[in-house]
């Protein structure tokens, strides 16, 4: 089992930064790739970003709306992935969740692992 919990959630004018962290505890966690997603309201949970597991690299992914503005990063000793948010713009608002799969592949469609998610609200 891996339980997940996020922070760092909040309200922020358009143009502000955040930092989401999202802290692991259970089984190994660098054996396990990590990302985000996020939920607006009335829409879809979407990915935004993944981290792969440390030992293959941990190479990085995001989704196209977010690509130079968020950034992920592990932090192995602490158990923590994080989601640096810069330039945020109204239409970043909603629910991030935090996810983990022992693959990158299964992280993208099916993680096996959430957190509860932390609201960001980005006003305009």
């Known amino acids: 089992q891996v339980q997940l919990v996020e922070s760092g959630g909040g309200l922020v004018q358009a143009g502000a930064s955040l930092r989401l962290s999202c802290a692991a505890s259970?089984?190994?966690?660098?054996?396990?790739?990590m990302g985000w997603f996020r939920q607006a309201p009335g829409k879809e949970r979407e990915f935004v970003a993944a981290?792969?597991?440390?030992?293959?690299?941990?190479?990085?992914y995001y989704t196209d709306s977010v690509k130079g503005r968020f950034t992920i990063s592990r932090d192995n000793a602490k158990n923590t992935v994080y989601l640096q948010m810069n330039s945020l713009k109204p239409e970043d608002t909603a629910v991030y969740y935090c996810?983990?799969?022992?693959?990158?592949?299964?992280?993208?469609?099916?993680?096996?692992?959430w957190g509860q998610g932390t609201q960001v609200t980005v006003s305009s």
């Open positions: 259970g089984r190994a966690f660098r054996n396990y790739a």
């Open positions: 996810a983990a799969a022992p693959v990158l592949t299964l992280l993208k469609t099916q993680p096996d692992y």
């Open positions: 981290i792969n597991r440390s030992w293959t690299g941990s190479g990085t």
